[in-house]
């Protein structure tokens, strides 16, 4: 299995542009999670998806963050428009939840994303 | 409220002494813990778990960690360091209020020195 995967690797855009990052689960994984790192605020949870539904969006800053999963091997993340606070490291990360277990999450390589 | 600490933000060790990265853990009810390290412009990569049963946990790349409930500590060792070792390394535990959230430790900069 190739794990997680992340496109672009690196993003550097210009403030108010859009921006898409885009993610491809484990395959046979039912949730995905959309995390963002940087140095002041550590590892935060943006947005959960369970079976393609967005289950707890509390995590995304503001109206300018949009996420998508219209099928079990995909998602986006969204920025519009971008601005320069949003320079950070975007990972998507996959596992496999039942009811009765709690699996560990596998990690996508990361968007790093600098907006100037 | 449910937290997890790190109480180190960084640990050097000398190559082929053991290594210990702290963690301790506050939540109600039985932990689900989890280590996970990070190397340089890479991501997360999960190294253990523990759920139930023997409370030492052997992981990937030789490390393990040791669940002490009286304690509430989740720490990660390993015998012999290797320089290769050197990494972010992140404690995080389930959230019991979602069941689905892992709370994130801030990490432990890892530095092993030949």
């Known amino acids: 299995d190739a794990g997680v995967i992340q496109s672009p690797r690196h993003e550097v855009t210009e403030m108010g542009q859009e921006v898409t990052l885009r993610c491809k689960p484990i395959?046979?994984?039912?949730?995905l999670f959309w995390y963002r790192q940087t140095m002041m605020r550590g590892l935060e949870l943006l947005i959960y998806?369970?079976?393609?539904?967005?289950?707890?969006d509390s995590g995304m800053p503001e109206d300018r963050f949009s996420a998508k999963m219209p099928n079990a091997s995909f998602s986006t993340l969204k920025i519009q428009p971008s601005e320069p606070r949003d320079s950070a490291v975007y990972f998507c990360?996959?596992?496999?939840?039942?009811?009765?277990?709690?699996?560990?999450?596998?990690f996508g390589p990361g968007t790093r994303l600098t907006v100037l | 409220a449910q937290s997890v600490a790190q109480p180190e933000d960084q640990v050097n060790v000398a190559e082929g002494n053991p290594l210990t990265v702290k963690c301790t853990y506050s939540?109600?009810?039985?932990?689900?813990l989890f280590w996970y390290v990070q190397y340089p412009n890479r991501g997360l990569q999960f190294l253990l778990k523990y759920i139930t049963g023997d409370n030492l946990v052997k992981g990937s790349y030789g490390f393990e960690a040791e669940f002490n409930k009286s304690q509430t500590s989740f720490h990660l060792k390993k015998p012999s360091a290797l320089v290769s070792d050197s990494a972010l390394y992140f404690c995080?535990?389930?959230?019991?209020?979602?069941?689905?959230?892992?709370?994130w430790g801030a990490g432990t900069k890892l530095i092993i020195k030949p």
């Open positions: 995080a535990v389930r959230d019991m209020d979602s069941n689905y959230q892992l709370i």
């Open positions: 939540v109600s009810g039985n932990p689900y």
């Open positions: 990360a996959s596992s496999f939840r039942t009811s009765g277990t709690y699996n560990e999450q596998f």
């Open positions: 395959s046979g994984h039912n949730s």
């Open positions: 998806f369970n079976n393609n539904v967005p289950i707890d």
